[in-house]
Structures are given as structure tokens and as C-alpha cells.
């Protein structure tokens, strides 16, 4: 049996990403790229696993509710991914225009209504049997442990 409760640690996630978030905003707001680059780090780490165990676990079981509705979700990561990508890349650099900065924050911004959009699927996992959960949290714990992030997770093992 599951140790983890996939549930409690999903919306966990969400909370750590959204507070992350709201971080890099400020960071961006005052110009501190530094930190900006930090934070968004910790969160490529934090989202692999949790992006894993949505696309390999909680997706494909939620699609007896949701049918051809969780192909619009794999979408969304989609953008996400990319989105993540341009603004580590962006990142890199020691300073950035106002310009890049605002771009920046515009993405992180983008980045948070997935967040919320997400944790929508809690209350729909709240209508699957004791064993589906048991059996998702089986999972979200395999992901943890196997700790790949998210940008390296999109470039090597899923498949899209
Ligand atoms: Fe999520």
C-alpha cells in the first residue's frame, strides 16, 4: 500500500508552484535575475515528478471522467514545457531589459492559471475508488523517487 496520499501532495505541488510563481514575479519586478533563474530552477525539479504522475498516472485515470477532454490537458503541458523552456533560456542571461523582464513575467503569469486550472482535477479525483488512489499514489511516489525534472523529462522520456 501507498504511503504517499497522491492527492495531499498534488495540491501541495500546486501550492509550492504557485508561491514559486508569485516569487519569480517579484524577482523579475525588481530586476533580480539571480533569483529568478533560482526559483524557476526548483521548480523545473519540483515539476518533473509531478508532471510525470499526471501524464503516466492521474490522466489516464481521470479519462473515465474527462474522456477526450485529457487530451486538451497533455496540450496545455505542452505549452507549458515550452513556455518553461523560452524563460529558462531567457534567464541565463546576467541582466535583462525591461523588455525581456516583462516577457518574463508574462510567462510566469501564463505558467499560474495552469496551476489553478490544475488543481481542479483534486475535485474529480475525490470520486475514484480507494484502490485507484492507492495504486496513484504508488505512482507519484515511483516519479518522486526517480526525481528527473521537468525540462529533462520532456527531452528524454515523454514521448510527444
Ligand atoms: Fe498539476
Known amino acids: ?7 495531499v501532495q498534488f495540491r501541495d505541488d500546486h501550492r509550492n508552484v504557485r508561491d514559486g510563481l508569485l516569487d519569480i514575479m517579484d524577482a523579475l519586478k525588481a530586476k533580480d535575475v539571480g533569483k529568478a533563474r533560482e526559483i524557476l530552477g526548483g521548480l523545473d525539479t519540483l ?25 486538451e ?3 496545455e503541458h505542452d505549452g507549458v514545457i515550452e513556455t518553461s523552456r523560452s524563460c529558462a533560456a531567457l534567464l541565463e542571461k546576467d541582466s535583462l531589459t525591461d523588455e525581456e523582464a516583462e516577457t518574463a513575467a508574462h510567462a510566469a503569469r501564463s505558467l499560474l492559471v495552469h496551476v489553478s486550472n490544475c488543481d481542479g482535477l483534486a475535485i474529480l479525483s475525490e470520486r ?3 484502490a485507484e488512489l492507492d495504486e ?6 515511483g516519479a518522486i523517487a526517480a526525481g528527473v525534472s521537468m525540462l529533462q523529462w520532456a527531452e528524454t522520456i515523454r514521448n510527444r
Open 73 to 75: 490537458l497533455l496540450k
Open 47 to 71: 515539476l518533473g515528478p509531478h508532471f510525470r504522475f499526471e501524464e503516466e498516472a492521474l490522466y489516464p485515470t481521470l479519462r473515465v471522467f474527462l474522456g477526450e477532454y485529457v487530451d
Open 1 to 7: 500500500m501507498a504511503t504517499l496520499d497522491p492527492m
Open 128 to 130: 475514484l475508488k480507494p
Open 136 to 141: 496513484l499514489g504508488a505512482k507519484y511516489e
